[in-house]
């Protein structure tokens, strides 16, 4: 577990280096904010490392917010970690800006050598929304039937299975249909991880007005799509945190949202399947509430297995 006294610790991605050790990023921010639906527009990224997925030692914050006028000046968000092939650490994440309010999400880039010291790569963001395929926000004369923000944030990237550059999942919107069911996976491709090309997404709307925080991953020869979920106005979907696995027949999908399953563990939110030196899979995600409270710290990692009929499950 991961519990700062001084800060509310929510999503998170991961990292292992050469010395197997895992590597946790993760938003934080002060409790001396006392409202926790204000952490968002505070928002660092924090680090910190562990042996074995349970005892963390927190290390310096591995980035923080631009200096303005800058495209991400007031916090930064979600994001992956992944090795390029200059042997170089590669911090792809989600920036929002005082231009617009904090309402439009952006993706850029920071470089590192150690996972520990990031610089930011230019001064740009790396990919935008592309009104071809995706829904964006019209900050001049929002209209009140309009979704409240630009979504284009929680960015997972991964190398192509047949060694053709990498990919990049983000969650997103079209820009059609009822607004409260608008949400999809966005996609982009690239051939060496800092110039991309966006593309159209990699699932239909399915009932939510967000698919969060995705992730790709191959769990006991399954190649599975993990996401999450808030509320939906869907009778059959429409309660709030959910977490959901899609089996697909290669990690670049094509992913039948009609496949999806639940998975049970709850009071989790923003889960990201993680392996262990010993090939175990685990869920690393945060506590969002207890008892209607929000909590704000990493959970114990938990063991998960895929079968056929019950899909990706917590092993009892």
Not at 101 to 127: C, E, F, M
Not at 200 to 216: I, K, N, R, W
Not at 284 to 303: I, T, W, Y
Request: aromatic share 10%; with cysteine.
């Amino acid at each position: 577990m991961l519990r700062l006294p001084d800060h509310w610790v929510w999503d998170s991605w991961y990292a292992r280096d050469d010395d197997g050790r895992h590597h946790v990023f993760f938003l934080r921010a002060s409790r001396a904010l006392l409202d926790p639906d204000r952490r968002h527009r505070r928002a660092s990224v924090g680090h910190a490392v562990s042996d074995d997925l349970r005892i963390w030692q927190l290390s310096a914050d591995a980035l923080v917010a631009a200096d303005g006028p800058a495209w991400d000046d007031v916090a930064t968000w979600t994001g992956s970690v992944l090795r390029g092939p200059d042997g170089r650490w590669y911090m792809f994440y989600t920036g929002v800006s005082h231009a617009e309010n904090g309402l439009v999400q952006r993706i850029g880039l920071a470089l590192s050598d150690d996972l520990y010291t990031w610089h930011r790569h230019g001064t740009k963001p790396l990919v935008e929304a592309d009104p071809a395929w995706y829904e964006r926000l019209d900050t001049a004369a929002p209209s009140a039937e309009a979704w409240a923000e630009e979504a284009w944030r929680d960015p997972w990237v991964f190398p192509d299975p047949a060694g053709e550059g990498w990919h990049m999942l983000v969650t997103a919107r079209v820009g059609h249909g009822p607004v409260g069911r608008r949400g999809v996976i966005g996609h982009a491709r690239s051939d060496d991880l800092v110039n991309w090309e966006v593309g159209p997404p990699v699932t239909e709307p399915a009932g939510f007005g967000h698919l969060e925080v995705p992730q790709t991953a191959v769990v006991d020869g399954q190649p599975l799509l993990l996401f999450c979920t808030n509320a939906s106005d869907d009778p059959d979907t429409g309660a709030e945190h959910q977490v959901w696995a899609v089996p697909g027949l290669s990690p670049t999908g094509s992913w039948d949202m009609t496949a999806a399953k639940r998975v049970i563990c709850p009071g989790l939110y923003a889960p990201r399947l993680v392996q262990a030196r010993d090939d175990t899979w685990y869920l690393m995600g945060f506590v969002n509430e207890r008892e209607g409270v929000f909590v704000g710290e990493l959970a114990d990692p938990l063991p998960v297995r895929y079968t056929p009929h019950e899909g990706l499950q917590p092993v009892l």
